[in-house]
């Protein structure tokens, strides 16, 4: 008889989510994290009284009515619509997602028509300076982006932040990446389409906590330190750990892009009047600024108190020791990761799940879903 049900191998979404629900089915469950709190990238710092996301901006958005209503079944989540906007090297701001708002601002047109006009234009000069070359598919992201939306948001808002994203040139990337950009003929900068977004009222931790309650935890705990016991005391192993180290890198190491964090704290209420500022110029360091209280404080009440905080995102090339973020989707770490996952099919005790056991990027609300559908 096997002391737990399930030994679950970190505290993030995926794992909080598994162990809540596998505790609502009776079954016993420890969760172990080899970082000093749950919740994984979600996790949020409390400074000067402001929910600072601690890895990055995550906001939550789904039109899943099932994923929202569990979700707020744990905590009650908040009104917050994802409208960032975009530095141009030209030193202009932009609204994004591309919209009526954007091109007005680019090019001064004030109707569908005249936005579409634009952009047809710019599109059959890329389509035709590739013909002239030989060219008849996209061979690199550069190419494709252009084809899609045009030189002018290409060269504004696409190439030095993408470039700056993937740490390589746009035409050294694959097409892949951006088959598809949202173009919206209307004046709205909601960049998700979903029909619910928000954040958790008083922070992400309310989440997890709510997630994690009446259910054993151990933090500073890494598996890999003992994981003969670990494997020994429950019937399966929940993992949601890198694969390629499950299987002690048999096959080699996936890559990654990660990303550095500067925080900085302003005796100011207000500091750049949005949560989310891209900024896409090659000769800025920085993808993006986030001023945290406006995530979950809105209008005049953000004066309220008098301190903001405003981090800083870098994104730079992975390498061990550093917190794995995005996956590299090119074609060896596919190949790599494949070999993987074939591994971890036969496995009989072990559930893999989330972005570093699946080596995909998820946003939050596929990963509830995800769980939900398992125990259904």
């Known amino acids: 008889m096997y002391k737990y049900d399930y030994v679950i191998v970190g ?5 909080a989510t598994f162990a809540h629900l596998a505790h ?3 079954k016993r469950c420890i969760v172990i994290d080899k970082r000093s709190h749950s919740g994984g990238n979600i996790y949020c710092e409390n400074i000067e009284g402001i929910n600072v996301h601690k890895y990055g901006a995550h906001i939550f958005h789904t039109s899943d009515k099932a994923v929202w209503d569990f979700v707020n079944s744990i905590v009650p989540f908040n009104r917050y619509t994802n409208s960032p906007i975009a530095m141009a090297p030209n030193g202009q701001l932009y609204n994004m997602p591309f919209n009526m708002n954007t091109f007005y601002q680019m090019w001064g047109v004030k109707t569908p028509s005249e936005a579409k006009a634009k952009l047809e234009s710019q599109r059959k000069e890329a389509i035709a300076k590739m013909a002239i070359e030989g060219i008849t598919k996209p061979r690199n992201l550069e190419e494709q982006a252009l084809t899609l939306i045009g030189k002018d948001i290409y060269e504004q808002l696409i190439k030095g932040y993408t470039e700056k994203q993937w740490g390589r040139k746009c035409n050294e990337l694959p097409a892949f990446i951006i088959r598809r950009l949202p173009v919206r003929m209307t004046f709205d900068n909601n960049y998700f389409n979903d029909a619910y977004q928000g954040i958790p009222i008083g922070g992400y931790n309310k989440l997890i906590d709510g997630l994690l ?8 705990t890494n598996f890999f330190d003992n994981r003969k016991y670990w494997e020994s005391i429950a019937d399966k192993i929940v993992f949601t750990g890198k694969i390629d180290e499950f299987y002690d890198y048999r096959f080699g190491k996936l890559e990654y892009r990660t990303v550095r964090f500067e925080i900085s704290k302003y005796y100011t209420p207000n500091f750049q009047g949005n949560a989310v500022i891209n900024y896409t110029s090659a000769d ?11 995530f979950e404080t809105f209008g005049d009440a953000v004066y309220d108190n008098p301190w903001t905080v405003v981090s800083k995102e870098f994104s730079t090339e992975w390498h061990e020791g550093m917190e794995p973020f995005y996956p590299v989707n090119d074609k060896r770490n596919q190949e790599t990761y494949e070999k993987y996952h074939r591994l971890a099919e036969k496995e009989l005790n072990t559930i893999f799940g989330g972005r570093l056991a699946e080596y995909k990027y998820y946003d939050m609300a596929p990963i509830i879903s995800q769980v939900l559908n398992y125990f259904q």
């Open 11 to 15: 505290a993030g979404l995926f794992g």
């Open 284 to 294: 800025i360091p920085f993808t993006r600024t986030i001023e945290h209280k406006h």
């Open 213 to 220: 309650d009446g259910i054993e935890i151990k933090l500073n």
């Open 24 to 26: 609502k089915h009776g």
